[in-house]
């Protein structure tokens, strides 16, 4: 039987409200979700695309690539945290809410080491809306958002069609946001906060989602505009209000002195550039094959978004609520610490 059921897409973290297509409780496509006040009936590609790691869903526990009950995997798991003195935890901004709050909760009861990476955006208390987007008299966008994500795109191009001057510091030669900006510097993003300073006035919004530095987050803080992050994660957001997030650089200094690694729903291996094998034990908990599932000496599976009732915040700050779309024999990454815990 098909079935139509709304969730949120986890391409990143505009949070546009998408449909799911089930046959026979199987994902078989998406489509947009026409009353979602986010995106409008509108989906970007990453937003039609977003199920496709479906098909890779894992399904049995592995040690050294061997599959075994999920009983012993954990077995295991509580085995080699307690042996070993330095573990490091990896939180993700595929991390629900609850998820996040059970994961720093075991570490911090634990006295592991917590470490969460947001692509060095930082966090900001005070953020734009989208509407404020909308609205601007004058944009600084740095990045190509409107590739990137392109429903924050769309409300850049309403406020260039209600007369907003749009500048955009962006390194590629070629961009989709450079098409609409009045101008375009590839400068060094203070020497562009720098030059274009005295666009800025009390409607006006900084709009990224790359920087160069912990230094150009304090410059953008600086200037006293409206501002807004967008995060290439679901719930970046909302993990910045449990955890803190530390630098690349931190993150390999960590990963040199840890014996377990512990990653939650999560491809490290993917997104850093170092010898993960070099770690003692790497232990994954995740939905779906990947990067570092290939790598992990154990596999723990846990269910993903579409099986779980939960919460992702988006980059306005707004806890947007989703529902199981599907059924699940797997655990929960709550339900997994619990049993880790004993």
Excluded at 21 to 34: A, C, E, H, Q, R
């Amino acid at each position: 039987m098909v079935e139509i059921k709304h969730t949120l897409c986890p391409s990143c973290s505009v949070g546009c409200g998408i449909n799911v297509i089930l046959d026979n409780d199987s994902v078989v496509g998406t489509f947009p979700y026409k009353r979602h006040p986010v995106n409008e009936g509108k989906n970007c590609a990453n937003g039609r695309t977003s199920i496709e790691n479906c098909e890779n869903k894992i399904s049995e526990a592995t040690i050294s690539n061997g599959s075994v009950d999920l009983e012993k995997a954990i077995a295991e798991v509580s085995k080699e945290i307690g042996a070993k003195d330095n573990v490091t935890v990896i939180l993700s901004g595929y991390n629900s809410l609850k998820e996040a709050e059970a994961i720093k909760a075991f570490s911090d009861e634990k006295g592991f080491n917590l470490a969460f990476y947001a692509n060095d955006l930082g966090n900001f208390d005070e953020v734009a809306s989208y509407d404020d987007i909308e609205q601007a008299s004058s944009l600084l966008v740095i990045g190509d958002v409107l590739y990137d994500n392109p429903l924050i795109g769309r409300r850049i191009v309403h406020a260039m069609k209600n007369g907003a001057k749009i500048f955009s510091n962006i390194k590629a030669e070629t961009s989709v946001t450079a098409n609409v900006s009045d101008e375009t510097s590839s400068a060094p993003v203070q020497e562009f906060l720098d030059a274009y300073k005295d666009q800025l006035d009390d409607s006006s919004v900084i709009v990224f989602n790359t920087v160069d530095s912990e230094e150009d987050l304090e410059a953008i803080k600086g200037l006293g505009s409206k501002v807004l992050a967008v995060y290439s994660k679901p719930n970046t957001k909302g993990i910045l209000g449990i955890a803190d997030s530390i630098s690349k650089e931190e993150m390999v200094e960590l990963f040199d002195n840890t014996d377990v690694l512990l990653v939650f729903n999560e491809d490290i291996v993917d997104e850093f550039d170092y010898n993960f094998k070099s770690i003692s034990k790497v232990i994954s908990f995740s939905s779906f094959e990947n990067n570092t599932t290939e790598i992990a000496d154990i596999v723990v599976p846990v269910k993903s978004w579409l099986e779980c009732e939960d919460a992702f915040v988006n980059s306005m700050g707004d806890a947007q609520n989703f529902v199981p779309v599907m059924e699940s024999e797997e655990l929960s990454i709550v339900d997994v610490i619990e049993k880790i815990k004993g």
